[in-house]
Each structure stands twice: as C-alpha cells, then as structure tokens.
C-alpha cells in the first residue's frame, strides 16, 4: 500500500495540498514544476510539456518545436 496520495510527475513524491500544482492532469509539486533546461520555475501559464518534460516557452521552442520540425536536407 502506498501512503500520501498523489505523486509527483517528477520527483514521484507524494504531493500534499499546500504544494500542489496541476499540468495537464498530473499533479506536481511547485518547486518541482520547473524547466528541465534552464530551472526556471513555471507557472501554468508559463509552461509547455512534451514526453512528460516540462519546459519553459524558450526551450519548448528551441528543442521540441525545433526538434519537429526539421528542415529537409537539400
């Protein structure tokens, strides 16, 4: 049986009330919910998430947008 409720999407730990932030239906965290590149910390409406990674507006851009949308070899 595991205790405390709700997990963390990224530290898997359990998440109480008082820190307590929902993304896209997983709970995290607030000092958690930052970007995985630089660690900015995120607010929902400040933050993009791809694969269960979250990041910044920045680093969305640069790395997962860039990432679909690569440029065909000429």
Do not use: W
């Amino acid at each position: 049986y595991q205790g405390g409720g709700e997990k963390c999407g990224i530290c898997s730990k359990s998440v109480y009330a008082a820190e307590r932030i929902e993304a896209g239906g997983t709970p995290f965290h607030k000092l958690c919910f930052k970007c995985s590149e630089c660690k900015m910390s995120l607010k929902l409406n400040t933050y993009a998430q791809a694969d269960g990674i979250l990041y910044c507006k920045k680093h969305y851009q640069e790395i997962v947008v860039a990432k679909n949308t690569q440029t065909p070899v000429l």
